[in-house]
Nanobody
């Protein structure tokens, strides 16, 4: 099994940037498609971004398209979510997720992922 740990969250001002990381242990990250999800208080968990095992396929929620970038470094067993032009509505707990799949698949629904990190808080002030 793979274990996932997020880091790099915190507080940013509107218009600013943050990068959150997801480090995998137990198994090599190259076996897994990766996704980022977020959950704001009182709301359901929602899809943010996803990347294939190969790194060549990505998918983004419309709300973050053009502002967020998902990437991965399989050699470092780490996935990233670079968040630019942050808005107060981006405030949420961000979760990384992983699942084994074919090399080019990208998943956008939470039920497709079998492994989750514990989440990390991102707060954007106006």
């Amino acid at each position: 099994q793979v274990q996932l740990v997020e880091s790099g969250g915190g507080l940013a001002q509107a218009g600013g940037s943050l990068r959150v990381s997801c480090v995998a242990s137990g198994r090599t990250l190259s076996r897994y498609a990766m996704g980022w999800f977020r959950q704001a208080p009182g709301k359901e968990r929602e899809f943010v971004a996803a990347i294939s095992r190969s790194g060549t396929s990505t998918n983004y929620a419309d709300s973050v398209k053009g502002r967020f970038t998902i990437s991965r470094d399989n050699a470092k067993n780490t996935a990233y979510l670079q968040m630019n032009s942050l808005k107060p509505e981006d405030t949420a707990v961000y979760f990384c997720a992983a699942d084994q799949t074919s090399y080019y698949n990208v998943y956008v629904t939470s039920d497709a992922y079998g492994y989750w990190g514990q989440g990390i808080q991102v707060t954007v002030s106006s």
